[in-house]
C-alpha cells in the first residue's frame, strides 16, 4: 500500500522559518475507517460558500481519499470549480468570498483561526485551466515553488529537486537540455506540464487540478492523463472537468454537482452523487445523474 | 430545476433506429419459429426454403446493426442508461441471429428428412414445444417494449416446460429405435428438439438483458425469474 499521511501537520503562521515538508507515513491501522478505507486526505463537512449574500454551493459534504484522482463534474455554474478552490483557500484571494462549514486536512479544519492560507496552498497545490508558466527560465519556474517553501539548499540540490519534479511531470526529457530558456517558449501542453512539476517541487500531497486540458489538443490531454495516473501513486488529484469522458478515463471517483435555482432565482451548486467512477457512469444512483450523463438536462 | 430536455437528441435518435432494427430482427425469429417447425412436421420444403433466405437477410441486417453499433460507439461514446442500452443491443444482436441460426437448423432438417417415414406423436411434440417457445419470445419483446421487470421474470418459469419436452424427446426417440428409417428420422428430431429449447434459452436470455438494462444489475434470473448469480467481480 503506498498511501501516505501526515501525523500532525503545522498549517499556522511561520514567519521566517523554513516550511515544513510534509512528514509522511503509512496510515496506522487504528485510522482506517470502519469499511476498511483509508481516512480521507481532505473531507468536507456541510461546506458552504458564498460570493457576498449569494450562496453559490450549498451543503457539500465529500471525502477524498489517499492516492485516488477525484472527479468533480456538472452543468456550468454548479459550482464545482468554487468548491475545488475551497479545498487549499484560492477563494480567499476573492474578497466576497466566504466559506462556512469544515474543510479537513488530515484531520485539520483549514479554516480555522489562525491557519495560514499561504501554508494551506504549499500542502495542496494547485494547476489550472491556462498554462501560467512565469515569464522565467524552466530552471526558475520549478525552483521557485521550492524556495517560497523555504529551501535553502545547495546548487545540486537545487538541480536534484528541478530535474525530480521534471522527470515526475514527464517533460524533463524534452526540456532537460533548455533549463534555462523561457518557461513561455514551451507548448501548451509542456507549458501545463511544467506547471504540474512547479505545483509538486513545493512537495504537497495533494494537487488540484481545475480544467487542466480545456485548453490542450487530443494528444497533450492524453499526455496530461496519463501523467495524472502515475503521479496518483504519490499524490492524491481532485480534478474540475468538463468533459466526462476525462472524468471517465482517468478518476477512481466521481463527484456530480447540480445547479439548483432557489426561490430568489439565484443558482446554487449542490452536490448529487459522489460513487465510484464505473457505477456514476454505467449506473448511477440519481436521476439528476442519469439526465446529466445522457444530455437530458433542465 | 426547470424540465428536462434532452440535449443529445441527435444520437438518441440514432440510438432508437438502431434498436428498432435489432427488434426487428427478433420479431423475424419469432416468425421463422413457426415456419421452420411447420416445415419439418409437414414436409413443406418450400416453407423450409423460406425459412433459409429469411436467415440471409437476418445476418445483413446483423452486419448492419454491428456497423452502426461501432459507429455511433465511436462518435458518440454513451454513459449510464444509454450505455447499458449499447451494451444490451450489441449482446441481443448476437442472441437474435443465433435465433435465426437454429431455425435454420430446423429447415435443413426439414429438407433432410424428405421422403422418410413419420411418427406424428413426435411431430406434434415438436408443434407442442414451438407453442410455448413462440410466447415466451413474445412475452420478451413485450417486457423490454414496455420496460417492464416483472414481465421479464415471468420467462425462466415460461422456459421450464420447454425443457422437459426436450428431455422427453430422447425417449421418444428411443421408442422408435426398432425402425431404422424412423430412427433416422427421429434423431433428427431430437435435434429440432434441442435447437427449440435453445431457442427458449435465448428468450431467457434476452429478458436477462432486459432486467440489466432496467437495473443496472447483471445477473442471470433464478426460476423464479430472480437475480441469480452475477458475473464478472470475482
Redesign the interface.
Known amino acids: 500500500m503506498t498511501n501516505e499521511t501526515q501525523e500532525t501537520l503545522d498549517l499556522t503562521e511561520q514567519e521566517g522559518s523554513e516550511a515544513t515538508s510534509p512528514t509522511t507515513e503509512a496510515p496506522a491501522a487504528e485510522q482506517m475507517g470502519s469499511n476498511g478505507l483509508a481516512p480521507g486526505v481532505i473531507e468536507t463537512k456541510n461546506m458552504d460558500v458564498f460570493y457576498g449574500d449569494f450562496k453559490a454551493v450549498h451543503d457539500v459534504s465529500l471525502k477524498f481519499q489517499f492516492n485516488e484522482i477525484s472527479a468533480l463534474i456538472g452543468p456550468s455554474g454548479c459550482g464545482k470549480s468554487t468548491v475545488l478552490r475551497s479545498l487549499n483557500r484560492m477563494n480567499d484571494l476573492i474578497p466576497t468570498a466566504r466559506t462556512t462549514g469544515e474543510v479537513m486536512y488530515h484531520g485539520a479544519n483549514i479554516y480555522a483561526d489562525g491557519v495560514d492560507p499561504v501554508a494551506v496552498r504549499r500542502q495542496i497545490g494547485m494547476v489550472f485551466q491556462k498554462p501560467n508558466p512565469f515569464p522565467k527560465t524552466i530552471y526558475q519556474n520549478i525552483l521557485w515553488g521550492a524556495k517560497i517553501n523555504g529551501f535553502k539548499g545547495s546548487k545540486s540540490e537545487a538541480d536534484d529537486l528541478v530535474e525530480n519534479a521534471l522527470q515526475q511531470a514527464a517533460i524533463w526529457d524534452e526540456v532537460k537540455d533548455k533549463l534555462q530558456e523561457s518557461g513561455l517558449s514551451l507548448s501548451g501542453g509542456q507549458q501545463q506540464r511544467l506547471c504540474i512539476a512547479r505545483a509538486i517541487a513545493t512537495q504537497p500531497d495533494v494537487v488540484l487540478m481545475d480544467e487542466p486540458c480545456s485548453s490542450l489538443d487530443p494528444i497533450a490531454t492524453l499526455r496530461i492523463e496519463e501523467l495524472m495516473l502515475e503521479l496518483k501513486k504519490r499524490y492524491s488529484i481532485i480534478i474540475v472537468t468538463h468533459n466526462?469522458?476525462q472524468a471517465?478515463r482517468v478518476s477512481d471517483r466521481t463527484a456530480f454537482f447540480?445547479v439548483?435555482?432557489n426561490t430568489k432565482g439565484q443558482r446554487t451548486g449542490e452536490l448529487i452523487e459522489f460513487s465510484p467512477t464505473d457505477q456514476l457512469?454505467?449506473?448511477?444512483k440519481e436521476k439528476?445523474?442519469?439526465?446529466y450523463?445522457?444530455?437530458?438536462?433542465? | 430545476m426547470t424540465e428536462t430536455r434532452d440535449t443529445n437528441i441527435h444520437f438518441h435518435a440514432e440510438l432508437e433506429a438502431l434498436e428498432h432494427k435489432v427488434l426487428s430482427m427478433v420479431d423475424r425469429a419469432e416468425q421463422m419459429v413457426e415456419m421452420a417447425v411447420q416445415s419439418v412436421t409437414t414436409g413443406d420444403q418450400e416453407t423450409a426454403t423460406k425459412v433459409i433466405h429469411l436467415d440471409d437477410e437476418m445476418d445483413k441486417t446483423y452486419f448492419g446493426v454491428h456497423r452502426d453499433w461501432t459507429n455511433l460507439m465511436a462518435r458518440q461514446q454513451p454513459l449510464g442508461p444509454d450505455l447499458r442500452k449499447m451494451t444490451v443491443l450489441l449482446t441481443l444482436n448476437s442472441t437474435f441471429e443465433r435465433m435465426g441460426d437454429q431455425c435454420v437448423n430446423i429447415a435443413k432438417i426439414a429438407q433432410f428428412n424428405e421422403g422418410l417415414p413419420s411418427v406424428e406423436r413426435i411431430n406434434d411434440q415438436v408443434r407442442e414445444m414451438k407453442d410455448l417457445v413462440r410466447p415466451m419470445i413474445r412475452t420478451a419483446i413485450e417486457a423490454y417494449v414496455r420496460q417492464d421487470l416483472d414481465e421479464a421474470r415471468l420467462l425462466p418459469a415460461m422456459d421450464q416446460p420447454v425443457d422437459r419436452l426436450n428431455a422427453n424427446m430422447y425417449k421418444e426417440t428411443v421408442a422408435v429405435a426398432s425402425n431404422p428409417q424412423l430412427l433416422e428420422w427421429a434423431a433428427k428430431m431430437l435435434m429440432v428438439s434441442r435447437a427449440l429449447e435453445r431457442i427458449g434459452d435465448q428468450a431467457v436470455d434476452f429478458a436477462e438483458q432486459t432486467a440489466y438494462l432496467l437495473t443496472g444489475e447483471r445477473a442471470e434470473f433464478d426460476e423464479e425469474g430472480m437475480a441469480g448469480s452475477a458475473d464478472g467481480e470475482n
Do not use: H, V
Not at chain 1, 288 to 291: C, K, M, R, S
Open positions: 466526462m469522458q471517465a447540480n439548483e435555482l457512469f454505467t449506473s448511477p439528476a445523474t442519469e439526465d450523463i445522457t444530455g437530458r438536462f433542465g
